[in-house]
C-alpha cells in the first residue's frame, strides 16, 4: 500500500519562506509524475506544481517564480519551495501522483497546513 507523508508546514509571516516533503513508502518514487495540491477553507483542491519522471517541472500562474517543486528519488521525496509567501498561499498542501488525465491516482495523506500571516 503506497502511503504519503507530508511535512513542512508552519505559521510564517508574508515574504518568508517554507519548504515542504512529501515522503512515499510502499512504492518506488521513480516511475510517478508526482504533483503538489492545496485546498484553502472553503475552496476545491487545486494543483499548484508539478514534477514528471524526467525532472520537467510546472507550476500555476499564481506561484510562478515563487514556488519550485523538486524530487529525490534516491530519498523516495518530493519537495516544495515556496519562498514570498502570501496570505492567499494560506492552504493545506497535499502530494500525489498524477495520472494520465492529470488526476491525482494515489490516496491522499494527511496534508501539512500552510498559514501566512503577520
Known amino acids: 500500500q503506497v502511503q504519503l507523508v507530508e511535512s513542512g508546514g508552519g505559521l510564517v509571516q508574508p515574504g518568508g519562506s517554507l519548504r515542504l516533503s512529501c515522503a512515499v513508502s510502499g512504492a518506488i518514487l521513480s516511475i510517478y509524475n508526482m504533483a503538489w495540491y492545496r485546498q484553502a477553507p472553503g475552496k476545491e483542491r487545486e494543483l499548484v506544481a508539478s514534477?514528471?519522471?524526467?525532472?520537467?517541472?510546472k507550476t500555476v500562474e499564481s506561484v510562478k517564480g515563487r514556488f519550485t517543486i523538486s524530487r529525490d528519488n534516491a530519498k523516495n521525496t518530493v519537495y516544495l519551495a515556496m519562498n514570498s509567501l502570501k496570505p492567499e498561499d494560506t492552504a493545506v498542501y497535499y502530494c500525489?501522483?498524477?495520472?494520465?488525465?492529470?488526476?491525482?491516482?494515489?490516496?491522499w495523506g494527511q496534508g501539512t497546513q500552510v498559514t501566512v500571516s503577520s
Open positions: 514534477i514528471t519522471r524526467t525532472y520537467s517541472t
Open positions: 500525489n501522483a498524477l495520472g494520465a488525465y492529470s488526476n491525482a491516482i494515489l490516496s
